[in-house]
């Protein structure tokens, strides 16, 4: 059974850009979780979708949005780029929403210049 | 606030040596608690899910235990390898409040080195 695949797996940007990373999860996982991870602040929560719906929300900006699709693909979005976002991205799904199991995929490496 | 807080930061360990990690979180009402494995630029790899209701799990040389009054949970290593030099993070769920739901909240992780 595949595991958890996010793309691409390594981006660089410029400050002002906008970026958009991709999380699959495992078949038949229903929630995708997703989360930053930086030297300084360590691993914050992002969002949680659940079909197609934003269940939970971190403490970040609106330039940070996501959504989910019908097939349970989501997507993160960041716009105007600070150099402050330069961190891991992981995503984690899981069967259903809420206390389930979370299963990590292997991250996205967002650097800002 | 809601906090897990993991001690040591980091651990150095000779080979074949058994461990301790530990994790402490500031509120009892909790869910459950995860214990994860990272590789260095890698993503996390799930190693135990203790249910609240649980006092222990155990997988192979792995022992992870639960003390939900006292708001501390441990990670046993056996026999310490070098293979099992990795940052280990404790995550909780929270029970109390809707912006809990969800949201695993992670302390900063015990960098452990094995060395041979």
């Given at each position: ?72 693909r ?31 995929g ?6 800002v210049? | 606030?809601?906090e ?11 080979e ?16 459950n ?38 708001g ?45």
């Amino acid at each position: 059974k595949a595991g958890v695949t996010q793309t691409p797996r390594y981006l660089i940007k410029t400050r002002g850009q906008q970026v958009t990373l991709s999380c699959s999860p495992i078949s038949g996982h229903r929630s995708v979780s997703w989360y930053q991870q930086t030297p300084g602040q360590g691993l914050q929560f992002l969002f949680e979708y659940f079909s197609e719906t934003q269940r939970n929300k971190g403490n970040f900006p609106g330039r940070f949005s996501g959504r989910q699709f019908s097939n349970s693909r989501s997507e993160m979005n960041v716009s105007t780029l600070e150099l402050g976002d330069s961190a891991l991205y992981l995503c984690a799904s899981s069967l259903t929403s809420g206390y389930n199991e979370q299963f990590f995929g292997p991250g996205t490496r967002l650097t800002v210049l | 606030k809601q906090e897990v807080t993991q001690i040591p930061a980091a651990l150095s360990v000779p080979e074949g040596e058994n461990l301790v990690l530990n994790c402490s979180f500031t509120d009892s009402a909790i869910y459950n608690l995860q214990w994860f494995r990272q590789d260095p630029g890698k993503g996390l790899t799930s190693l135990l899910l203790i249910q609240s209701s649980q006092r222990e799990q155990t997988s192979g040389r792995l022992n992870a235990s639960l003390d939900k009054s006292s708001g501390r949970s441990t990670l046993y290593i056996a026999a310490s390898q070098p293979g099992d030099s990795a940052t280990y993070l404790c995550a909780v769920r929270f029970l109390a409040g809707g912006t809990s739901y969800g949201k695993l909240t992670f302390g900063q992780g015990t960098i452990l080195t094995v060395h041979p």
